[in-house]
């Protein structure tokens, strides 16, 4: 079963750091971007950063400076390191992969993870 695993969400205070880890499992052949996705409540589902196979990095404007994505392609892995957090981060955290199985190609999410900053 392909699956897509986050951990690393939690509270914490304005100005500290979480680091969230998503790991895919399964029969997967190989992996293309991967990505991380917050939900806020009342908001819609919005792009945090991404990360391709060979390193190329995109990110929200909202978190240039303070989050880096990276990425364990040994480990099927992807990271967002997340620093100097204001309240505004607070939201769930989606890890998103774009997975080659043997059937083609497919589009995976993690089940999400919280993250909530306190003032």
């Known amino acids: 079963q392909v699956q897509l695993v986050e951990s690393g969400g939690g509270l914490v205070q304005a100005g500290g750091s979480l680091r969230l880890s998503c790991a895919a499992s399964g029969s997967i052949f190989s992996i293309n971007a991967m990505g991380w996705y ?26 240039k400076g303070r989050f880096a994505i990276s990425r364990d392609n040994a480990k099927n892995t992807v990271y967002l390191q997340m620093n100097s957090l204001k309240p505004e981060d607070t939201a769930v955290y989606y890890c998103n992969a774009e997975l ?8 995976y999410w993690g089940q999400g993870t919280q993250v909530t900053v306190s003032s």
Not at 100 to 107: E, F, I, P, T
């Open 38 to 63: 917050r939900q806020a409540p009342g908001k819609q589902r919005e792009l945090v950063a991404t990360i391709t196979s060979v390193g190329s990095t995109n990110y929200a404007d909202s978190v």
């Open 100 to 107: 080659r199985l043997a059937s083609g190609w497919y589009d």
